[in-house]
T-cell receptor, first 115, second 115 residues
């Protein structure tokens, strides 16, 4: 079965500092990995995905993530945090070996960027 | 509009009543998903439609929940005999492609409150 873990419920970072939001996953086959962001009272917005190819993936709003197969991780990063990055971030995985098109989402990490 | 549209945005109803939630996906998207998001929780998969294929209903929590998608476009999620534990935000998403490698585009959800 596919699963994803976001070990931190909340991450606080000062504006201008680099940020990292952690994600680890478990699959039987190869993973498709996604990051989404959710602002209050809104749906989720797609940030970036890893399907195949380069392990470093660049996405919207200056975010990037690195796929690490040996550590089964897909951490989200940004070199310089903005106050407007404060939101709820979700990592999601689909197991290509599972015969299902379902995405499994983590429980989310609340990012607070402090001015 | 170009995005996924959900209606109503808020719904308050009494325990035991039936409710219908509507989702208009992005035009041309063949895949449509319903999720449930409870406070402090991640997204719980409910049901997945892909083109004319039989839907994946494996996430529906009970037989009080059902969904249909007419003409490969608009979808309706119906909850019969609502219970207080059904209170949550119900999110709809659509995506292009049939292989689960394309990002899902989310609506802003329907916030359902059962009194």
């Amino acid at each position: 079965a596919q699963s994803v873990a976001q070990p931190e419920d909340q991450v606080n970072v000062a504006e201008g500092n680099p940020l990292t939001v952690k994600c680890t996953y478990s699959v039987s086959g190869n993973p498709y990995l996604f990051w989404y962001v959710q602002y209050p009272n809104r749906g989720l917005q797609f940030l970036l995905k890893y399907i195949t190819g380069d392990n470093l993936v660049k996405g919207s709003y200056g975010f990037e993530a690195e796929f690490n197969k040996s550590q089964t991780s897909f951490h989200l990063k940004k070199p310089s945090a903005l106050v407007s990055d404060s939101a709820l971030y979700f990592c999601a995985v689909r197991d290509t070996g599972a015969g299902s098109y379902q995405l499994t989402f983590g429980k989310g990490t609340k990012l607070s960027v402090i001015p | 509009g170009a995005g996924v549209s959900q209606s109503p945005s808020n719904k308050v109803t009494e325990k035991g009543k039936d409710v219908e939630l509507r989702c208009d996906p992005i035009s041309g998207h063949t895949a449509l998903y319903w999720y449930r998001q409870s406070l402090g929780q991640g997204l719980e998969f409910l049901i997945y439609f892909q083109g004319n294929s039989a839907p994946d209903k494996s996430g529906l929590p009970s037989d009080r929940f059902s969904a249909e998608r007419t003409g490969g476009s608009v979808s309706t999620l119906t909850i019969q005999r609502t219970q207080q534990e059904d209170s949550a935000v119900y999110l709809c998403a659509s995506s292009s492609g049939a292989w689960g490698n394309q990002p899902q585009h989310f609506g802003d959800g329907t916030r359902l409150s059962i009194l």
